[in-house]
């Protein structure tokens, strides 16, 4: 190893002296992520059915959520091949993609962040929409969004064990509503199939015709957000017990939850409240639903556990995204501070900063499909450079052990997403109007400033306090072996 590179890996070692705790199974990341993604529904289900049909919805929402379950399955492959790796696919699409640039690694990191972290707002918003239409009237659904996040947010600083029992209680909350509307929709007398009874999409758009498909590739894009959500379970990685047994478990496990979810919800909602009905409140339309499946008294509890589940995933939203911010300022892609754990072992700097930006988000934007195509912007570049980050590491790194190996079938399925993915990305994020679409786009290009300053102005800094300190350090103490054998 060059002298430079000892230098640095010794500083490193020295400067990150904490690491992250292992202290979740496989099943608290199924619940989690399983349980909690199905909570991503809440924002979208309503205004797609609007736009797609019931028919329309529910074939979105299945081909989603069936493309984010294969999608899991080559996570799991690459995760596995880097154990120690926190912060989810963002992390993970660095290590295939960043030998062909470094600023692709910091851009995979950034745009995955940017993804996932939005959810806290929309999800602040939706708590604010809900309360204020079942049990404050006079609220402020910014403010009360605000509070909601300030409480995760000192809940998970102080460690990520409360958070994950915290989660296992969520979790329930967010599939008691889930389930008592889908067994109460389709068994208890409030299902109407003629609502159904629409084949065509909305203003009798034909499904083959280009405005239709053009309806159908934009919604593919939006539902995506949710629906590809459960490899949300990688980002805990390195604090799983076992990680390479544990890692897949939890993504197959959750993927396979949510699934069921995605498909059975659109069909449920519609059918209990027809089309024109949603169209009214298609931010919150659960609490009618329950109101005519359960009754308005029991209807008014349930919607309780409703707020809850949006709780869980923006408590997800800061569990993921701080955790990848933690893991690209290890792998040198953004500024070092985000690098540092607190002394309960949690990433307080990316929790912070998840914070900042989800309350000025709540504050400035305020309509959640506005916030989310913003972010989707990111999480879909963040998508596509991880596949090709798993079809570049089975040609770049064939050697390289694979825990699990998925067949080479896979390979040509990843390429498939891959188009499919850009062709959703170009088609639907323009479709929303130019702000969000330059919004996300001026998120992502923070990726390569941050990355700029980290590795032409940070780390010199740091190799020279490193390079003063080796003449005071004894030969001895400097073991270059050891330090090769670590830095690879």
Do not use: C
Not at 215 to 243: K, N
Not at 254 to 280: C, D, E, H, N, R
């Amino acid at each position: 190893m060059m002298e430079s590179e000892l230098l640095r890996e010794r500083e490193e070692k020295e400067h990150y002296k904490r690491t992250l705790v292992k202290s979740v199974r496989w099943y608290d990341g199924v619940i989690l992520i399983g349980f909690g993604v199905p909570g991503l529904l809440y924002p979208s289900v309503g205004s797609s059915v609007v736009a797609l049909g019931a028919l329309g919805a529910a074939v979105v929402w299945a081909l989603s959520a069936i493309i984010g379950k294969f999608q899991a399955n080559m996570v799991s492959e690459v995760a596995a091949m880097f154990p120690e790796k926190s912060g989810g696919i963002g992390i993970l699409a660095s290590e295939g993609i960043s030998r062909y640039g470094k600023p692709f690694g910091a851009l995979a990191a950034f745009a995955y962040w940017f993804g996932w972290t939005i959810v806290m707002a929309i999800n602040g918003v939706l708590v604010g929409d809900y309360i204020k239409a079942t049990i404050w009237p006079s609220a402020s659904p910014e403010l009360l969004g605000t509070v909601m996040l300030v409480l995760l947010y000192l809940f998970n600083v102080y460690g990520l064990k409360p958070g994950v029992w915290a989660g296992y209680a969520l979790g329930v909350a967010t599939v008691v509503p889930m389930g008592l509307m889908i067994v109460g929709a389709f068994f208890g007398g409030s299902f109407h199939w003629g609502h159904l009874a629409q084949v065509a999409l909305p203003n009798h758009i034909g499904w083959t015709s280009m405005k239709g498909l053009g309806v159908v590739l934009t919604w593919m894009f939006i539902v995506g957000w949710s629906a590809y959500g459960t490899e949300a379970a990688a980002t805990l990685a390195p604090e799983y017990h076992d990680t390479v047994r544990d890692t897949p478990k939890a993504l197959r496990g959750s993927a396979t939850i949510s699934m069921a979810f995605y498909v059975l919800m659109p069909l449920a909602a519609v059918g209990v409240l027809g089309i024109s009905q949603i169209q009214k409140s298609p931010y919150t339309a659960f609490a009618p639903m329950l109101d005519k499946i359960l009754g308005p008294a029991a209807g008014g509890v349930v919607i309780i556990t409703v707020l809850a589940s949006l709780v869980l995933s923006a408590n997800l939203a800061t569990i993921g995204g701080s955790r990848t911010l933690y893991q690209a300022a290890r792998d040198r892609h953004i500024l070092t501070i985000f690098g540092y754990v607190n002394k309960r072992g949690i990433p307080a700097a990316g929790m912070t900063l998840d914070l900042i930006v989800n309350v000025a988000f709540i504050w400035a934007l305020k309509n959640p499909i506005a916030i989310l195509v913003a972010s989707n912007v990111g999480y879909f570049v963040a998508w596509i450079l991880m596949l090709v980050s798993f079809v570049l590491l089975r040609r770049d790194r064939k050697d390289v052990a694979r825990p699990i190996k998925l067949k080479p079938a896979w390979v040509g399925g990843g390429v498939l997403l891959i188009a499919l993915n850009t062709v959703f990305l170009i088609v639907g994020a323009p479709s929303y109007g130019a702000g969000p679409l330059l919004l996300g786009v001026g998120v992502l290009a923070l990726s390569i400033v941050m990355w700029a300053v980290r590795n032409y102005f940070e780390e010199p800094r740091r190799m020279k306090r490193a390079t003063r300190v080796q003449w005071d350090t004894p030969d001895s103490e400097i073991n270059i072996e050891d330090a090769g054998a670590e830095a690879s």
